[in-house]
C-alpha cells in the first residue's frame, strides 16, 4: 500500500474529532449556512462567496483548508484554533506544514460534511504539489463523495432498518456510512484498491460506526456465500483503453465493473432484497438498455424485478469527438480507438440511469418497468413504483383491490390541451394529454370529456362507486364489467395520474409542487 495522509487514532480520539466538528459547525447545516447554499452537492472548492473573504472565525478556518484544499498562513491557524484542536488535528496527519513554504498550513486530505457522515477523500492535487506542474492523477485516487453523480447515487439509497447492507466499489464507503446509520445490523464496503479499503475504514471509526466493515477485493470476489439485503454501488462508467484511473475507467464500453456486478445479484441478494446500481448502460445492436441489464442478470434473472430510471441520454461520440480535435495526439488516438470500438459493437444509446432491483422470491417471472424520474424523485418513490408493481404483476388481485380502492385525481397532474377552430368561430377541444411529474415523471393521452369526468376523483369513493355513478349518468355504458373498466382504469394508476389509496404516494415536504 502506498503511503496514507493521515493517521488512524483510538475511539477516543475520534470521539474528540466529531467533537471538535460540531463545536465548531463543522457540520452540513452549518457549512450550508456559512457559504450561502442549500446544499453541500453544488460546492465549488474555491469559488464560493466566501472564499476571498477573511478568515473569521475556526469554521472558516476549516472550509478554507478541507473543503477548499487551500493554504492558510499559521497565524491563522494559532488565531481561530484552540492549541487542543490544532495538535488533534496534526496528530492525525489531517493538518500539516507546507513542504516548502515556511508559515504556511494545508490539509492532507479532503475532508468535508454531508447530511449523514462526514467523509474525508482525496485531494485532486496532492498538498505541496507545484500548482504550476501538469495535474497527474494517481490511478487509485478516492474520488469525492460530494459531486452531482454522486447526489444522484445516494438519493437513491434503499432506507433500511436492520439487516446486512454491502456497498460494491465503495471508495469513501459513504452509502456503506449511510446504510449504517439508518440501522443497517451490519454493512460492507467492498473496494478493488486498497488505498479507497483504507479510507473508508477511517471515514467509518470518524463516524463512531463500528458495524462498517471495510473489505478490498474485486466486486463479489471476498463474499463468496454471502446474501445481503441491500446491496448498492456506483461503478465506474467512462469507456477506456486502458484503466489509467480505477474510481473512472469502465473498460473498453464503460460497462465491464457494471456487469460484472449485475451478473452477481442473483446469487448474492436475499429473497427480498433490493439492490440499486446508478450507471451508464447501451442500447446497442437491436437490444434496448433494460434488455441488456436482464441479459447481465444471467440464467436466474426471471428470480430479479427490475426498475430502470433514465436520468438522461449520453453522447459519447459527440464527446470522444472533441477529443480527436485534441492538441495531445495520444489523447486523439485513444479516442479514435474507442469510437471505432462503439461502432463494432452496434451502440445506438447510452443513459446515466439507476437501476432499482429486487429479487422477488415469487413463483413468476421478473417483470421490466422504464421510466423517467421528476425532480423531486428519489428512493422512496422508486420504492412506491416497485411496490406498485409487484401488486400489479398479480393482475386479478391487482384489479379487485383497485375496484375497493378510493380514487383521487393527483394534485400534480396538468391537463394539456390541443384546440382546432369550429365553424361558428370558436374552438373546438381535440385530444390532450395530462402530465406528471410527481412521483414520477409520465403523460397520458386523453380526450376533453374524459378529462372532465377524472376531476370529479376526489379521494371520497372507492373506484366500484364512482363506476355506479358513471353508470347512472350516462358516461360509461353498463355493458362494460368492472374487471373490464378497472384493467382500463389500471394504467392511470400505475402512472401516477390518480392516486389509489391501496397505494399512497410517498409523502414530501421539501418543497413546493414543482409541476
Known amino acids: 500500500m502506498t503511503e496514507l495522509p493521515f ?31 442549500s446544499t453541500l452537492f453544488d460546492f465549488k472548492p474555491r469559488l464560493h462567496a466566501r472564499m476571498d473573504a477573511s478568515l473569521e472565525d475556526a469554521l472558516d478556518v476549516l ?18 484554533l484552540e492549541p487542543s484542536d490544532r495538535a488533534l488535528l496534526e496528530d492525525f496527519g489531517l493538518l500539516a506544514p507546507h513542504p516548502k513554504h515556511d508559515g504556511v498550513w494545508g490539509g492532507t486530505v479532503l475532508l468535508y460534511p454531508t447530511s449523514g457522515p462526514w467523509l474525508i477523500s482525496d485531494r485532486g492535487v496532492p498538498f505541496g504539489a507545484d500548482p504550476e506542474a501538469p495535474p497527474a492523477l494517481r490511478s487509485d485516487l478516492v474520488y469525492p463523495s460530494m459531486t452531482g453523480s454522486a447526489q444522484t447515487f445516494l438519493s437513491y439509497l434503499p432506507t433500511t432498518r436492520g439487516g446486512s447492507f454491502l456497498e ?9 456510512l449511510v446504510g449504517a446509520e439508518a440501522g443497517a445490523a451490519e454493512a460492507w464496503a467492498v473496494d478493488i484498491t486498497s488505498r479507497s479499503t483504507a479510507f473508508a475504514a477511517f471515514n467509518a471509526r470518524l463516524n463512531g460506526l463500528h458495524q462498517v466493515h471495510p473489505v478490498e477485493g474485486d466486486l463479489w470476489e471476498p463474499l463468496a456465500g454471502r446474501r445481503f ?19 473512472l475507467d469502465g473498460g473498453d464500453d464503460g460497462e465491464r465493473v457494471t456487469w460484472g456486478i449485475l451478473g452477481g445479484l442473483a446469487d448474492h441478494l436475499a429473497e427480498g432484497g433490493i439492490a440499486q446500481c446508478t450507471c451508464a448502460v447501451s442500447a446497442r445492436a437491436g437490444r434496448t438498455a433494460p434488455q441488456r441489464v436482464r441479459d447481465a442478470f444471467g440464467p436466474h434473472g426471471d428470480e430479479l ?25 495520444a ?70 383491490a383497485l375496484l375497493g380502492a378510493r380514487m383521487r385525481l393527483s394534485a400534480h397532474v396538468r391537463l394539456e390541451m390541443n384546440y382546432r377552430p369550429d365553424a361558428a368561430g ?3 377541444p381535440e385530444r390532450g394529454r395530462l402530465r406528471v411529474e410527481y412521483p414520477v415523471r409520465a403523460t397520458v393521452d386523453m380526450g376533453w370529456d374524459d378529462a ?32 373490464a373498466f378497472g384493467r382500463g382504469f389500471a394504467g392511470l394508476v400505475l402512472s401516477g395520474v390518480v392516486e389509489a389509496s391501496t397505494h399512497p404516494f410517498p409523502k414530501k415536504d421539501d418543497g413546493p409542487d414543482p409541476s
Open 7 to 37: 493517521r488512524i487514532l483510538d475511539d477516543a480520539a475520534f470521539a474528540r474529532l466529531r467533537g471538535l466538528m460540531d463545536r465548531h459547525r463543522f457540520t452540513d447545516a452549518g457549512v450550508r449556512e456559512r457559504v450561502g447554499l
Open 63 to 80: 472550509v478554507r483548508v478541507f473543503m477548499d484544499a487551500a493554504d492558510v498562513r499559521e497565524g491563522d491557524l494559532d488565531a481561530h
Open 168 to 176: 460494491l466499489c465503495s471508495g469513501t464507503g459513504v452509502a456503506a
Open 229 to 247: 439485503d441491500v446491496v448498492v454501488a456506483h461503478p465506474p462508467y467512462v469507456p477506456a483503453g486502458e484503466d489509467a484511473l480505477i474510481y
Open 305 to 329: 424485478d427490475l426498475v430502470f430510471i433514465r436520468h438522461r441520454t449520453l453522447d459519447p461520440e459527440q464527446h470522444f469527438t472533441r477529443e480527436l480535435r485534441s492538441d495531445d495526439p
Open 331 to 400: 489523447a486523439a488516438a485513444r479516442s479514435a480507438a474507442i469510437l471505432r470500438r462503439f461502432e463494432e459493437l452496434g451502440f445506438e444509446h447510452v443513459y446515466y440511469c439507476t437501476l432499482v432491483v429486487r429479487r422477488h422470491g415469487e413463483q413468476r417471472r421478473g417483470f421490466t418497468v422504464e421510466l423517467e424520474p421528476g425532480p423531486r424523485t428519489g428512493w422512496a418513490e422508486a420504492a412506491w413504483v416497485l411496490d406498485l408493481r409487484t401488486a400489479a404483476a398479480r393482475p386479478d388481485h391487482f384489479i379487485a
Open 426 to 428: 370558436g374552438w373546438q
Open 452 to 483: 372532465r369526468l377524472l376531476a370529479g376523483f376526489d379521494g371520497s369513493h372507492t373506484l366500484a362507486e364512482r363506476l355506479q355513478d358513471l353508470r347512472g349518468a350516462g358516461h360509461v355504458p353498463a355493458s362494460i364489467s368492472p374487471e
